[in-house]
C-alpha cells in the first residue's frame, strides 16, 4: 500500500514547531541581556517591513530581551526641507545644519518619525515610549568639528557644521529605568549641549555610544546592504577588530561603509560583546540574526 507524507498544512505547521524549537537554546542565551538596534534606511521607508519589524522587536522584548532601538530619518527630513524651501547641504555625508534646519531635524526626528514606530510597536502588542537624547540629558553633546584639506593649498580648513553635534556622555539610567518598567525605549538621535542647545546626531554614532553605555551584549545595525563584502562581493560573515582595520586600509572597505565600521568597532571597544551590520530590507532579519545558527549580515567582535 503506497503511503504519502504529511499534507501541505501539516508540513508547513511543523517546520513552524521546528523552527521555533531550535530556537530556543538563543532565547535562553540572550535572555536579560540588552540589545542596541539602530533602525533606518528602506526597512523604515516601506510599511510591510515596518510592521515586520515592530513585531519582532515585541517578540524580542517577549522572551526576556531588553531591545533599545534608536532611529535615523534623513530622508524625510530631507523631504520636509524641501517642502519648507529650505536649503540643506552636505559635507562628508553629514547635513549642514543651521538653527532653521535643527528645529525641522528636531520636529521630524522626535516627532512624526519616532512616534510612527512608537504606534508599531504598541499595536503589534508591545508598550513603547518615545524619548529623544533631549529628554533627561540622555545624550550630552558638543558640537563636531571636522577639518578637510584643501586641494589646491594643501592647507587643512576647520569646517563649520552648524548644530551637528557628536555624543560626550550618555545617561544610561535613563533606558534602564524604562527598560526595568517593561518600556521598549525609542530613541532619536537629537543631543543637548552644555547651554541646552540642539545638536542633530548621526543615528549611527548614537546608537553605538548608548549600545556602550548600556553595556549592551549586541549592536544590530540595519542597513541597505547585505553587510561588508570583501573584494570580490562576497559577504564577509565575521571579522575582529584587527580585520576590519586592515580591510578599510587596503580600499576593501570604503564609501558610506567606513563610518559604519567605525561606529561598530567604538561600540566593541566600549564593551560591547559583538556589532552585527544587517541588510534591514530582508524580513524578520533582526529574529534570522538572533535565533538561528547561522546568522545573517557581518559580524564583528573584539580582536581577541
Excluded: W
Amino acid at each position: 500500500m503506497k503511503t504519502t507524507g504529511p499534507k501541505p498544512l501539516e508540513a508547513h505547521l511543523q517546520e513552524t514547531a521546528l523552527v521555533l524549537s531550535e530556537a530556543l537554546p538563543y532565547m535562553r542565551r540572550f535572555a536579560g541581556q540588552t540589545m542596541v538596534i539602530k533602525y533606518g534606511g528602506h526597512a523604515m521607508g516601506d510599511e510591510k517591513l515596518a510592521m515586520q519589524f515592530a513585531r519582532d522587536v515585541v517578540l524580542i522584548k517577549q522572551v526576556g530581551i531588553n531591545p533599545i532601538v534608536v532611529h535615523g530619518g534623513g530622508p524625510q527630513i530631507g523631504a520636509m526641507l524641501e517642502r519648507l524651501k529650505i536649503k540643506s547641504e552636505f559635507v562628508d555625508g553629514l547635513r549642514v545644519t543651521d538653527q532653521a534646519t535643527v528645529e525641522i531635524v528636531e520636529m521630524v526626528l522626535a516627532g512624526s518619525i519616532n512616534k510612527q514606530i512608537v504606534t508599531a510597536i504598541n499595536a503589534a502588542g508591545g508598550t513603547g515610549i518615545g524619548i529623544s537624547g533631549k529628554d533627561g540629558r540622555l545624550i550630552e553633546a558638543r558640537k563636531l568639528r571636522r577639518s578637510v584639506r584643501d586641494p589646491g593649498s594643501n592647507i587643512e580648513k576647520l569646517l563649520d557644521l552648524g548644530f551637528v553635534g557628536e555624543p560626550m556622555r550618555i545617561n544610561p539610567d535613563i533606558l534602564r529605568s524604562l527598560q526595568n518598567s517593561n518600556l521598549i525605549p525609542v530613541v532619536a538621535p537629537i543631543g543637548v549641549g552644555e547651554n541646552g542647545e540642539t545638536y542633530n546626531i548621526n543615528a549611527d554614532t548614537s546608537a553605538g555610544a548608548i549600545a556602550a553605555a548600556c553595556g549592551a551584549s549586541k549592536l544590530l545595525m540595519l542597513t541597505d546592504v547585505a553587510g561588508v563584502l570583501n573584494k570580490d562581493k562576497k559577504l564577509i560573515p565575521s571579522l575582529t577588530a584587527k580585520d576590519a582595520l586592515v580591510l578599510m586600509g587596503d580600499g576593501t572597505i570604503s564609501g558610506g561603509m567606513i563610518p559604519k565600521v567605525e561606529t561598530c568597532l567604538d561600540a566593541v571597544r566600549g564593551g560591547v560583546q559583538a556589532a552585527h551590520i544587517l541588510d534591514g530590507r530582508i524580513p524578520h532579519v533582526l529574529l534570522l540574526e538572533l535565533f538561528t545558527p547561522h546568522g545573517v549580515g557581518t559580524m564583528i567582535e573584539k580582536t581577541p
